[in-house]
């Protein structure tokens, strides 16, 4: 296979015969472990029963379902690309609306996060 032609996976860059994949954007342990807390109280709920995880190339995405077979009804993005500008991190709805956007996550998902407040 001839390393210049435009065949093959997009995702992969090739140099000098070398083949390197590129890296994806992730989530880090703690980022990971407040998503997956605040999931794991809303399946307590009964709220959400399903989640999807995507590490693309320029962003990582964790979407929440109320089934598996629909639509997310909320993604949590984090794009470092917007990480100086409007925050690396957003909710969004199923409708594509963006809830919250910042440079925190925990601030980011107190829009989905409904806590009991002292009265």
Not at 25 to 40: A, C, K, M, P, S
Not at 60 to 72: D, G, K, Q, T
């Amino acid at each position: 296979m001839n390393s210049t032609s435009g065949d093959g996976d997009p995702s992969e860059m090739r140099t000098a015969g070398r083949v390197s994949v590129a890296p994806a954007v992730t989530f880090n342990r703690q980022e990971l472990n407040r998503i997956l807390n605040l999931y794991g109280r809303m399946v307590s709920d009964g709220e959400w029963r399903d989640y999807a995880i995507d590490f693309l190339k320029d962003r990582a995405v964790f979407s929440v379902f109320r089934r598996a077979s629909e639509v997310p009804i909320y993604r949590i993005e984090k794009d470092p690309r917007l990480a100086r500008k409007q925050g690396a991190y957003s909710v969004i709805s199923a409708s594509g609306l963006i809830l919250r956007r910042g440079h925190d996550l925990e601030r980011v998902l107190l829009v989905i996060d409904r806590k009991l407040a002292v009265v």
